[in-house]
């Protein structure tokens, strides 16, 4: 069974640093991952999906990396900013037409 | 656009009620799904649609039933509630279902807090 885990439960830093976070997946036969950021109240918003075949993506301010072999992706902020305060979740799809979603992080931004 | 809107926001049943969630899409996605979020637990696939007409069981589906009589709309209905699905109900649709290789945005709806008791 596939089983996504993301560490730190929660992160707190000052603005303008950079930042990673961290997620790990248990079966590295996947088709594709992705990060998801979830405001409180809120649904989730896509943020970057990677296939299985690359390795990155960018958005913005936002790269996100992968490692099939390891099991692991990391999501990097550049410059981070009190409005990127918000709980990021990551989702690997397998099959069974489903995403499998690690718990998240919650990222506070303090000004 | 408004995206895929979810109803109600907020509702407190009594054990043993029934209720229907109601979610529509206006992007003419094919795929539908219905997750539910519990703290510790992460979202949770209950059902999910590749099409009208076309409905299948995730991984939370008992005590959950739906149907997919048009391309817009995917209700999930409680046929007897119990305090355990007290949670935050969220719909989901793509274009294509999240396993397609290309890949494709999944969008989510703002979600519906329900409360059993």
């Known amino acids: 069974k596939q089983e996504v885990t993301q560490i730190p439960a929660a992160l707190s830093v000052p603005e303008g640093e950079n930042l990673v976070l961290n997620c790990s997946f248990t079966d590295s036969a996947i088709y594709n991952l992705q990060w998801f950021r979830q405001d409180p109240g809120k649904g989730l918003t896509s943020l970057l999906l990677?296939?299985?075949?690359?390795r990155e993506q960018t958005s913005g301010r936002l790269n996100a990396s992968l490692d099939k072999s390891s099991g692991r992706s990391t999501l990097y902020i550049a410059a981070s900013q009190p409005g990127d305060s918000a709980t990021y979740l990551c989702a690997v799809t397998r099959g069974a037409q489903k995403l499998v979603f690690g718990q998240g992080t919650r990222l506070t931004i303090n000004p | 656009n408004a995206g895929v809107t979810q109803t109600p926001k907020f509702q407190v049943l009594k054990t043993g009620q029934s209720m229907t969630l109601q979610c529509a899409q206006d992007?003419?996605?094919?795929?539908m799904s219905w997750y539910r979020q519990d703290p510790g637990m992460g979202l949770r696939l209950i059902h999910y649609s590749v099409g009208a007409g076309i409905t299948d069981q995730g991984e939370v589906p008992n005590g959950y039933n739906v149907s997919r009589s048009t391309t817009e709309d995917f209700p999930l209905r409680l046929l007897s509630a119990a305090p355990s699905q007290t949670s935050v109900y969220f719909c989901a649709s793509s274009y294509t279902p999240p396993t397609f290789h290309s890949g494709n945005t999944i969008y989510f709806g703002e979600g519906s807090w329900l409360t059993v008791v």
């Open positions: 992007m003419n996605h094919e795929y």
């Open positions: 990677i296939q299985s075949s690359q």
